[in-house]
Structure formats: C-alpha cells, structure tokens
C-alpha cells in the first residue's frame, strides 16, 4: 500500500509514460511500414529504455535520502518502475510488428542490456544525491542506442540490430552490456559500506 501511494508522488510519470507513447507509435509506424525495421526497431529500443532513465528522478532528493524508511528501500522501489518499460519492450517483440522476421530471445536481451544500464546508471546517479538524472541519462542513452545505425549507414557495416539472425558476436556483445547493466542495477541499490 505504501509502495503504491510513494510511486504515484514519487515518479514523474508524464516523462516516463511519454516515451513509452513515443515507443507505440513507433511500433504502430513499424506494423505500417516493415521496410524501414532497420532503423525503427533501434529507435524503439531507445524510447522504450528512455522511459527508464526518468525512474530515479526525485525533486526533494534532500529531504527524501533522510527519512526512516531509507534509501536502500526508494531505490528498490523505483527500480521496480524499470518493469514497466522491460513489459512494453517484451509486448512489441511479442507481438512482431509488420510481421518481421524478429528473433525474439535476441530482441528481448537487446532491451534487457538497454533498460538495464539505464536504470543502473539512473541508480548510481541518484545514489550520488543527483536528483532528477532522467533527462541527461534519456539524452544520452538514445544518443548511444542510435548512432550505430547513422555510423553503420555512412560506413557500410553491419548493424548492432540486424532483423534477421544475429551472429554470436553481436549477441556476445549484447550479453555483456547486459552483465554491465545488471552490476550497474545492483551496485546503485546496495546499501552503503559502514566504517
């Protein structure tokens, strides 16, 4: 019960559910034209892990860190909201938009690892009294997640994101940012070291 009624105050939900807006009518534009899947679905990917960044923001960061409950149980919780996007992100791969010939295990490890370093860098920051991370982490992270196709574009290589089947060694290199991630997740929801 207290969990719900600190989420609803506590999230800036208005960020949060806008990018996941953003995330279907990308999949709605995706469903309509298929052909351009290979820059969409990227686009897609960094909307959905956008809505993550904006988990942490915490305007009273101050007055919060001191009560009772403590930091260890906020961060917890917020880190909790992350879900919300990793369920939207498993739902479009689910459901395939433009029947593309999507691997599903892949897809869902490439969300995973995006969601997962942006919630953990959203945690470290607010561990480290930033109060409202979101907007620079947001910014940054589609930045990350985009460029690759404007740099494969303009260079003539392989994409991160291919539609079709994935090599091993882009999937080692998705498995890894996920391991980042999952540290980065569990090193901001630690509780602090006592002398």
Do not use: K, N
Request: hydrophobic share 55%.
């Amino acid at each position: 019960m207290l969990v719900g009624w600190y989420l609803r105050r506590a999230i800036p939900w208005m960020a949060l559910l806008g990018c996941l807006v953003g995330s279907l009518l990308l999949t709605v534009a995706l469903d309509r034209w298929p052909s351009t899947a290979g820059v969409l679905l990227p686009v897609l990917v960094a909307c959905c892990t956008a809505s993550a960044a904006f988990t942490f923001d915490e305007v009273s960061l101050a007055v919060v860190e001191v009560t009772p409950r403590g930091a260890l149980w906020r961060r917890t919780t917020r880190l909790g909201v992350a879900l919300l996007p990793l369920t939207a992100w498993t739902v479009v791969v689910a459901l395939r938009p433009g029947d593309l010939p999507l691997s599903r295990g892949p897809w869902l490890l490439i969300g995973l690892a995006c969601l997962a370093v942006t919630a953990g860098l959203a945690g470290l920051a607010s561990r480290h009294s930033v109060a409202t991370p979101g907007g620079s982490i947001a910014t940054g992270v589609v930045l990350a997640v985009i460029s690759p196709v404007v740099v494969a574009g303009f260079l003539g290589w392989d994409s991160l994101y291919p539609v079709g089947e994935f090599p091993r060694d882009m999937l080692a290199f998705w498995l890894v940012v996920a391991a980042g991630g999952a540290l980065a997740c569990v090193a901001a929801v630690r509780p602090a070291f006592r002398s």
